[in-house]
Nanobody, 127 residues
Framework: QVQLVESGGGSVQAGGSLRLSCAAS????????MAWFREAPGSEREFVAA????????RYADYVKGRFTASRDNAKNVMYLQINTLVPEDTAVYYC????????????????????WGQGTQVTVSS
């Protein structure tokens, strides 16, 4: 069974930075792609970024505007999300998710593409 654990969230002031981590474990962990989503209070969960595991190639939501960088460390089974110049609108619970090659349907920004999710880490940005 694959388990995903997010960490690195916290409370920061606008303009600050955070690096979120998603650590994966489980003997069946063999991702094709991993992704970050976020869910703000009163809003639906939205796509943030994805990383193709073998190549490290990232994909981003349009609103990211260069402030977010997604990466992974294959050796450690960890995915990262560096967020710079935080704004209050970034306040949300950030979730990581993973999908395998067998299940991947090419919809990297779709929530229902992913079948394994972490519990989330809270990011709160104050102005």
């Amino acid at each position: 069974q694959v388990q995903l654990v997010e960490s690195g969230g916290g409370s920061v002031q606008a303009g600050g930075s955070l690096r979120l981590s998603c650590a994966a474990s489980g003997h069946t962990f063999s991702p094709y792609i991993m992704a970050w989503f976020r869910e703000a209070p009163g809003s639906e969960r939205e796509f943030v970024a994805a990383v193709f595991w073998k190549t490290g190639y990232p994909r981003y939501a349009d609103y990211v505007k260069g402030r977010f960088t997604a990466s992974r460390d294959n050796a450690k089974n960890v995915m990262y999300l560096q967020i710079n110049t935080l704004v209050p609108e970034d306040t949300a619970v950030y979730y990581c998710a993973t999908d395998t090659w067998e299940d991947y349907r090419g919809r990297y920004s779709a929530e229902d593409e992913y079948d394994r999710w972490g519990q989330g880490t809270q990011v709160t940005v104050s102005s």
